[in-house]
């Protein structure tokens, strides 16, 4: 019990940090309806799960080999987190309008040509954000995510957890030490602590922040969004600047 409360605590020191998934959780708390939201959380909790368990087993310690893996999710990073900023501080309401999928659609608002898994899918996860931005301005949320706006949280949610390396790499200092110091039985505990830190905290996030989002105009929800992109697009330079300069 000792290591399950053990990984549980540094699971909630290990997630807390990690700007862009907290963003997009809030984000779709104060935009989505209760049920879209808890989905939302459901699919980080899965990309997060699986960055922790990767960091856990060593990740991190792979881009340190082999640099260059790290400059691709560098570039390749800062484009689409720039990208998912911009949706949000220049969203397309007309996009949302004209392709017939309500406060969710993405139309226009996608990007082709990148991915962590699959370029598909993120091309067009890039645009969830905006489309989050653009329902700010509608009086009642979709009921349903429907498969395209399904498909661009998933893509967003791999974006924002996997397009940051430096939070891989201190992801695996921290839990890679950990696991260095435990045996074989010892894991099993500790490693599901840290993954159900991962659950109580999205998805107290989530029902927290979606139980007053009734509290905020859409008005001020479009300044919240602005504000979350804002912060995501000064991510996504970050990431390029520190391309730049392992590149260059």
């Not at 949320?141 to 201190?170: M, Y």
């Not at 991962?198 to 979606?210: A, D, E, I, Q, Y």
């Amino acid at each position: 019990m000792g290591l399950y409360i053990q990984g549980l605590t540094m699971g909630l020191a290990y997630i807390a940090p990690i700007g862009m998934q907290n963003l997009f959780v809030i984000n779709s708390a104060l935009t989505r309806t209760r049920r879209n939201a808890l989905i939302t959380a459901l699919i980080v909790i899965c990309f997060d799960m699986a960055l922790s368990l990767s960091c856990f087993f060593g990740i991190g310690a792979l881009m340190q080999t082999h640099p260059w893996l790290e400059n691709i999710v560098l570039g390749l990073g800062g484009l689409v987190v720039i990208r998912i900023g911009l949706g949000l501080v220049l969203p397309s309401r007309k996009a949302g309008k004209s392709d017939g999928t309500g406060a969710h659609g993405t139309g226009a608002n996608t990007m082709t040509g990148a991915g962590a898994h699959g370029t598909a899918a993120t091309a067009t996860g890039t645009a969830a954000f905006g489309s989050s931005a653009a329902a700010a301005t509608a009086q009642v949320p979709d009921k349903h995510l429907g498969a395209r706006g399904l498909l661009n949280t998933i893509g967003t949610a791999c974006a924002v957890t996997w397009f940051n390396p430096q939070a891989i790499i201190d992801g695996t200092l921290m839990l890679g030490a950990f696991a260095a110091t435990l045996n074989a039985q010892q894991t099993a505990p500790f490693i599901t602590g840290v993954e159900t830190a991962s659950m109580l905290w999205f998805f107290g996030v989530t029902l927290l922040v979606n139980a007053f989002a009734h509290k905020f105009s859409p008005k001020i929800i479009d300044v919240l969004n602005r504000v979350c992109g804002g912060v995501i697009t000064l991510y996504g330079v970050k990431l390029l600047v520190d391309f730049a300069i392992a590149v260059f």
